[in-house]
C-alpha cells in the first residue's frame, strides 16, 4: 500500500526546533518532488516548503523562510523538515505530500496528489 507517514511532532517551546520525518513506501520516490503543508485549527490548510526530485531545488512559504529546510534522502525513502525558532503561530497539524502522478518535478506549492495522515506541532509560549 502506498503511504506516506510523518512523525517527529510534539510540543515544544517558542525559539524551539523540531525535525519532522516523512517515510515513502513509493518505489518511485526518488523521482517525485514532495512538500510540507500545514493547518492551523480554523485555518486552511497551506504551503510550507517544496522539494525537487533530486533535492536540488527548494521552496519556502515567506512565513518560514530562513527558519525551516527542507531536505531529502533518497536512498531512505524519506524526506524531512528541520524546523527552527518556532513560533507560537507554526502550531498545527503538518502534512507531507508527494506528488505521483508527474515525475521529475521541480520544486512546487501544488500539484501533490499523495498526502499522509498529519502529525501535530504545538508551539508554547
Known sequence: ??????SGGGLVQA???LR?????????FNKCAMGWFRQAP????????????????TDYADSVKGRFTISRDNA?????LQMNSLKLEDTAVYYC??????WFGSARKAGYDLWGQGTQVTVSS
Open 15 to 17: 525559539g524551539g526546533s
Open 97 to 102: 505530500a508527494a506528488e505521483t502522478d508527474r
Open 76 to 80: 531512505k525513502n524519506t524526506v524531512y
Open 20 to 28: 519532522l520525518s516523512c517515510a515513502a513506501s513509493l518505489r518511485t
Open 42 to 57: 480554523g485555518k486552511e490548510r497551506e504551503f510550507v516548503a517544496g522539494i525537487s526530485w533530486t533535492g536540488g531545488s
Open 1 to 6: 500500500q502506498v503511504q506516506l507517514v510523518e
